[in-house]
């Protein structure tokens, strides 16, 4: 199971950026990130709420590792909505996570 640290370094690696860049944008310490990553600090929650902005993901996710997704298909039948969690299914799969992060909200 992939820690909050080792979500933090895939996240920021899969945007392209260095601990100091994801420091610099957050205008913190670069120590703070490193201490992140290894699993020396978990963040209070304002630091976790600035690191989901930042990296443009839920600070659910970031805690737990779980996407939770919005319902917008209350006028889908139950087929429907299967359709649907099926096809999101396949395009993760066709486009994997290193390329994009989740197709989400659909």
Do not use: C, W
């Amino acid at each position: 199971m992939e820690t909050i640290g080792e979500r933090v370094k895939r996240l920021r690696k899969n945007k392209g950026l260095q601990q100091k860049d994801l420091a610099e944008l957050m205008n913190i310490n670069r120590l703070t990130i490193t201490k992140i990553e290894n699993g020396n600090h978990q963040g209070s929650f304002e630091l976790i709420k600035k690191l989901s902005e930042t990296l443009e993901v839920s600070a659910d996710y970031l805690l737990t590792g779980e996407r939770y997704e919005k319902e917008h298909n209350d006028g889908l039948s139950e087929e429907g909505q299967k359709l649907l969690k099926e096809y999101k299914e396949y395009l993760n799969q066709k486009y994997p996570k290193k390329q994009f992060e989740e197709v989400g909200n659909l």
